[in-house]
């Protein structure tokens, strides 16, 4: 099957700092990748797809500014949550797409915590 | 309405049980549909794609009705093991561009 990487796992950050999310298709190319946040026992929630090479299409409701999203190549997109603040505390999970069989594949989702 | 529509349950069965859940789309013009399974905590996992004919990977069945606009999973000879939150996704077009995910149902398998 195919791997997405996510990293970091965990983090804890202070508030007012900026954290960076890593996600990686590793044995698949993603021209697509998919960015969500969980909040606890609520379904996933898209934040913002990423295309490789273009600027991210961000849902409703969802701050551009606050929520940086790069796809710099096939297998990288990152999410940075700018001068982020307890609210933001939450699971973030990345997901890619696989093109040959139509699948999304999650990365292992960072949980994050901001004091 | 939603989109994508599941009951949270949760669903308390006993080892062995069978048991059945629905998920209900409104975009008639959804075009692939899937099951993921998510223990807590964790990320989702692809559990199986579900094509028109329906499909069976071992103790699990898959099937879409489109006339009804729903799909279904039935578990057979439940594990606990299985105790997991199962989501339904309805891709929109066939480009991978729009996943709609469901709320989730949530299994327990009782010993």
């Known amino acids: 099957g195919a791997v997405v990487s996510q990293h970091p796992s965990w983090v804890i950050c202070k508030s007012g700092t900026s954290v960076k999310i890593e996600c990686r298709s590793l044995?698949?190319?993603?021209?697509?990748m998919f960015w969500y946040r969980q909040f606890p026992k609520q379904s996933l929630m898209l934040m913002a797809t990423?295309?490789?090479?273009?600027?991210?299409?961000?849902e409703q409701g969802v701050e551009k500014d606050k929520f940086l999203i790069n796809h710099a190549s096939l297998t990288l997109s990152t999410l940075t949550v700018t001068s982020a603040h307890p609210e933001d505390s939450s699971f973030y999970i990345c997901?890619?797409?696989?093109?040959?069989?139509?699948?999304?594949?999650f990365g292992e989702g960072s949980r994050l915590t901001v004091l | 309405r939603k989109e994508v529509e599941q009951d949270p349950g949760p669903f308390n069965v006993p080892e062995g049980a069978t048991v059945a859940f629905n998920c209900t789309y409104s975009?008639?013009?959804?075009?692939?549909f899937f099951w993921y399974r998510q223990d807590c905590r964790k990320e989702p996992k692809l559990l199986m794609s579900?094509?028109?004919s329906g499909n069976e990977d071992g103790r699990f069945t898959a099937q879409l009705n489109r006339a009804s606009q729903y799909i279904s999973l039935l578990i057979r000879d439940s594990k606990l093991s299985d105790s997991a939150t199962y989501l339904c996704?309805?891709?929109?077009?066939?480009?991978?561009?729009?996943?709609?995910f469901g709320p989730g149902t949530r299994l327990s398998v009782l010993p």
């Open positions: 579900v094509y028109s």
């Open positions: 990423s295309n490789e090479g273009s600027k991210a299409t961000y």
């Open positions: 996704v309805v891709g929109l077009d066939n480009y991978g561009q729009n996943f709609v």
């Open positions: 997901s890619a797409d696989k093109q040959s069989t139509g699948e999304l594949f």
């Open positions: 975009n008639s013009a959804s075009q692939s």
């Open positions: 044995d698949f190319q993603a021209t697509t």
